[in-house]
């Protein structure tokens, strides 16, 4: 009865290669977010999606896309990796977007390049 | 300088002690105020908002100091359980968008 799941939850990876996280909420919220938590623990946005749209797109690489089949999942899909693309990335939702609306997140992705 | 900034620590709390520590923020446009609490590897998880007129969760205070434009926590009787690290978080008035502070580790001992 997880509320927000992603998978994996370990990745370790060779620099140039593709990979996908995946990430689904059975909360029925309207909104994901996908969030990068780098070595000196600060945790950024990268992306939003509200009901499938786009909206947010923080000053993130092109390598890196986020795609929403349905409102219930938000995948990342990275190109090409880099060494600095190693960090945990956190994907979270939220009810419809909205000020003080409480986010909740999944237990993070640790990806690791070499 | 930073959107939202946070004394890293650690703060070395006895236990049952009172610990406080507080979190500034730039924008003045800000509207939503939270504290997270992220336990080690885990992920951040809402502790509480932070209210206008401040507000008491328990043993856990916050207050809103919007002509300072910053924020506190404050924890008291400390429990072993409350080490984490304690994240501030502030949102703009469009859009979801949260923006993290670096957050302050507390470290509660015997």
């Known amino acids: 009865d997880t509320a927000v799941s992603q998978t994996p939850k370990y990745l370790v990876t060779q620099m140039g290669n593709d990979k996908s996280i995946k990430c689904e909420q059975n909360?029925?919220?309207?909104?994901m977010y996908w969030y990068k938590q780098d070595s000196k623990k600060f945790l950024k946005i990268m992306f939003s999606y509200n009901n499938k749209e786009l909206i947010i797109n923080e000053t993130v690489p092109n390598r890196f896309s986020p795609k929403s089949p349905d409102k219930a999942h938000l995948n990342l899909h990275i190109n090409s990796l880099e060494l600095g693309d190693s960090a945990v990335y956190f994907c979270?939702?939220?009810?419809?977007?909205?000020?003080?609306?409480?986010?909740?997140f999944g237990p993070g992705t640790r990806l690791t390049v070499l | 300088r930073k959107e939202v900034e946070q004394d890293p620590g650690p703060f070395n709390v006895p236990e049952g002690a009172t610990v406080a520590f507080n979190c500034t923020y730039s924008?003045?446009?800000?509207?939503?105020f939270f504290w997270y609490r992220q336990d080690c590897r885990k992920e951040p998880k809402l502790l509480m908002s932070?209210?206008?007129s401040g507000n008491e969760d328990g043993r856990f205070t916050a207050q809103l100091n919007r002509a300072s434009q910053y924020i506190s926590l404050l924890i008291r009787d400390s429990k072993l359980s409350d080490s984490a690290t304690y994240l501030c978080?502030?949102?703009?008035?469009?859009?979801?968008?949260?923006?993290f502070g670096g957050g302050t580790r507390v470290l509660v001992k015997p």
């Open positions: 978080v502030v949102q703009k008035a469009a859009g979801n968008k949260l923006t």
């Open positions: 979270a939702s939220s009810q419809e977007g909205g000020q003080g609306r409480e986010q909740f």
């Open positions: 924008n003045s446009a800000s509207q939503s």
């Open positions: 932070v209210y206008s």
């Open positions: 909360l029925g919220h309207d909104t």
